[in-house]
């Protein structure tokens, strides 16, 4: 079986969902830059999981990855790996690329971009931008979840892409008629970015029209207290509920039995949440994004929430909320299974595999 080295933050959910399908097909290795999940544990032995344990922030500036190059170094002569895979470019992904450099074993070396780490952090200035082409540069191929990610890598580099979303491992059990057509949902983090507010405000209007449309919003954040506010000035206290954090089940459960569901981010990449909701085959309510814009048509499949939208275009679209049902749950059948998509990349590996022979 071939080896396959993972370098990643082992915390992350993202981490896990790709330990739990290549381990299906490779002897996994795991390199960390934080600690690892105890489901990561369970899949792949402690003699293969190499931990730093660093203290990450979200902000950047984390100088202390480089601490990692020359042990890992060591790690790759050690179990020399057939193909090494860096998550988040500009942080694990250079490391990564530095070592291969450096290194006398020349392995194929996967990046996988997150979005941010391709859409935002090569912009800060111009060293970020310098780092990142030079990661790219050192990749054979890299990973993108969404069209506008793989723009981007074109842009700063010849290395050729495959675009994938961080998807679902099954699609959900669902029927359109446990659909409850005057529930909104929305689970994004109670933030500035998030837009909230705009959502409540769009929603007092649907409140006006229709006396029977609840909202639930969950997740939480900093401005959660003044979302709250802000929904008992607009006199919808009484019709929306903030239920913080939930369960996964919970957000299943949501996702089944809502018609709508909000996504109006500001800046976003490919949302798995967005994702979710459509495999439930809910109608969802967008920004106007490029990622929003791969997956949504407007009062096609969904709506896109431009500034000004009047509410008037949802008796239209719930009409054809069956079909959109229907349409949704195909679209991520073929596009956003993500064992199928891993699939697919292994066969790309192997083709890489092959032509360098």
């Given amino acids: 079986m071939k080896k396959y080295l993972i370098i990643g933050d082992g915390e992350s959910p993202h981490i896990l969902k790709w330990v739990r399908e290549l381990s299906k097909y490779f002897e996994l290795y795991l390199v960390s830059s934080r600690d690892v999940k105890p489901e990561v544990r369970d ?23 480089y601490k990692m190059i020359f042990p890992l170094k060591k790690i790759i002569r050690r179990i020399k790996p057939d193909f090494v895979n860096a998550h988040y470019i500009t942080s694990h992904g250079t490391v990564a690329a530095v070592a291969r450099k450096f290194s006398s074993h020349k392995f194929p070396l996967i990046l996988s971009a997150w979005g941010t780490d391709i859409l ?5 200035n111009r060293l970020y931008k310098k780092i990142t082409r030079f990661a790219l540069k050192q990749a054979t191929l890299v990973t993108t979840d969404s069209l506008s990610v793989a723009k981007v890598v074109h842009d700063l580099s010849s290395t050729p892409t495959t675009t994938f979303p961080f998807g679902l491992e099954a699609l959900p059990e669902a029927s359109s008629e446990n659909k409850d057509k005057n529930l909104f949902f929305s689970n994004r983090t109670l933030n500035a970015n998030s837009n909230i507010d705009r959502v409540l405000h769009f929603f007092a209007r649907v409140a006006e029209q229709n006396k029977d449309a609840r909202l639930v919003v969950a997740n939480d954040g900093p401005m959660k207290e003044v979302l709250i506010e802000l929904g008992k000035q607009l006199g919808i206290g009484d019709r929306v509920k903030f239920s913080g954090f939930i369960s996964p089940e919970e957000q299943d459960d949501y996702y089944r039995k809502s018609q709508f569901y909000f996504s109006v981010l500001s800046s976003d990449a490919l949302s798995v949440s967005l994702l979710e909701a459509m495999a439930y085959g809910c109608i969802p309510l967008v920004s106007d994004l490029p990622d929003n814009r791969e997956w949504i048509t407007d009062n096609e499949n969904g709506i896109i929430m431009t500034e000004g939208i009047r509410i008037d275009v949802l008796p239209a679209i719930q009409e054809k909320a069956d079909a959109i049902f229907q349409k949704n749950r195909e679209m991520i059948t073929k596009k956003a299974i993500f064992p199928k998509s891993i699939k697919e990349l292994i066969s790309k590996l192997e083709s890489i595999e092959t032509s360098n022979k």
Wanted: proline fraction near 7%.
């Fill in 43 to 65: 899949i792949i032995p402690e003699d293969r999981i190499f931990t730093f344990k660093m203290n990450i922030s979200e902000s950047g500036g984390n100088i202390q990855f």
């Fill in 120 to 124: 935002v952090t090569p912009d800060r």
